[in-house]
């Protein structure tokens, strides 16, 4: 994975923003309360939960959105095995994954065993991550856009996490979104804090059911997807 590592700087308050994409990781006014409201209000989590469930991701980054989902998970009390998959191009450093994570003491117990596993595979690849409680985690390394078409298996939730349309086009492109329609589950739904009017239209021109709805504190809206009943 080091071959691909992200290159960081750092805003107050420990937001790394990537240089890449001249973007921040998660939000500058409480990334996990965003990723509460997005990726699972917006996919209907945790009442959808249930022994088996998917859910799939692209950009990983901070590990944040993956550890907000085993909470819930966890919380919900939903028997049986959660399985988590996300998919990232340049994965950040284990010292700068543990640097972020630590604005969030919530999740302390469940970081600690996500770095843990990620040094773990620092140095020959992303391995099978326990989160605990019947939760695993798999991060697949390499652009999505090769990795995903190959990817086996299918999520029941998606979320998109990629940076900014503007800034990172290739995680927003019509042919990916449209694999992500493929790697979908009938009843599957996706969601995504971008309201960009060319997001909207490759999902819908995937396949999905689109809807624009509230975004999180001052972004005025996002976006929710879903397979057609």
Known sequence: ???QQAELDWRPGD????????DPYFSLNDGLAETRHVFLDGNDLPARFKDGFAVAELGFGTGLNMLAAAEAWEAHGAPGALHLTSFEAYPMAPGDMARALAVFPALGPRATRLLEGW????TGGAPRIDLGGGVT???IIGDARETLPR???RADAWFLDGFSPARNPELWEPALIADVFAHTAP???AATYSAAGHVRRALAQAGF????TPGHARKRHMTQARMPR
């Open 187 to 189: 009843g599957g739904t």
């Open 209 to 212: 059911d689109v809807a624009r």
């Open 151 to 153: 990817w086996q298996g």
């Open 137 to 139: 985690l798999d991060v």
């Open 1 to 3: 994975m080091q071959d």
């Open 15 to 22: 937001v790394p923003v990537s240089r890449r994409f001249d």
């Open 119 to 122: 040094r773990a595979g620092w």
